[in-house]
């Protein structure tokens, strides 16, 4: 059972770089969503989605761009990554409904922007 | 946006000690959450509240959503080191919106 699968484990960029963070779930949710983790600031909620085409902004969207093509995958794309994107950034996935604040957790992505 | 205060930021107890930690926020919330995050891993879900006054047992862990459903705590019993990590609250007030995360408690389990 894979879950909710993130690629690349990890990343380093150079300033201006673009790149693709993968997150991919084979668990049939409607529900995904992409956090960032930094130090002292928790989880901070970047772009979400309820199902495939639709999407919405979270907390900290600047700076990055989702789409959802299908319900297995919602990329997370960094058009000209800063240092300030350097962070730890989290995959998520749930049902809807009721239950979709059960979210199920990827692995992480740790990218570096120098 | 709505913020979630949870306290202590770090925690370091003995082993067999138990632990409680606290999560307040300023706006109701109709449901709580705890996570736990180990070490180079995502979070993992630990307990799920949903009732205002619910009181809820995983193993060692206790969690309650407040009666007044702007706090919850989270209280483990008999420490062990593999309790370590970082334990995330996070609530939500409504069916549609997104879950809304604490800043975390670190803690450390010295043997």
């Known amino acids: 059972n894979a879950g909710v699968t993130q690629t690349p484990k990890f990343q380093v960029l150079k300033t201006g770089q673009s790149m693709t963070l993968q997150c991919a779930q084979d668990?049939?949710?409607?529900?995904m969503s992409w956090y960032r983790q930094d130090p002292g600031m928790g989880l901070r909620l970047i772009h979400y989605?309820?199902?495939?085409?639709?999407?919405d902004q979270g907390e900290v969207p600047n700076g990055y761009n989702v789409s959802r093509s299908t319900t297995e995958d919602f990329p997370l794309r960094l058009l000209s990554a800063a240092p300030s994107q350097t962070s730890v950034y989290f995959c998520?996935?749930?049902?809807?409904?009721?239950?979709?604040?059960?979210?199920?957790f990827g692995s992480g992505t740790q990218l570096s922007v120098l | 946006g709505q913020q979630l205060n949870q306290s202590p930021q770090s925690m370091f107890i003995q082993e067999g000690e138990d632990v409680s930690m606290n999560c307040t926020s300023s706006?109701?919330?109709?449901?709580w959450l705890w996570y736990k995050q180990d070490p180079g891993e995502g979070p993992v879900l630990l307990i799920a509240?949903?009732?205002?006054?619910e009181l809820t047992s995983n193993g060692r862990l206790t969690a309650q959503f407040g009666i007044t459903r702007k706090d919850s705590f989270l209280n483990i019993s008999a420490s062990i080191p593999s309790d370590v990590g970082i334990y995330f609250c996070?609530?939500?007030?409504?069916?549609?919106?997104?879950?809304?995360f604490g800043k975390g408690t670190r803690l450390s389990v010295i043997a």
């Open positions: 998520a996935s749930s049902y809807t409904g009721r239950t979709n604040e059960k979210l199920f």
């Open positions: 668990m049939n949710h409607e529900y």
């Open positions: 989605s309820v199902g495939a085409g639709i999407t």
């Open positions: 706006s109701i919330f109709n449901t």
């Open positions: 509240l949903y009732k205002a006054g």
């Open positions: 996070a609530g939500r007030n409504s069916g549609n919106t997104p879950l809304v």
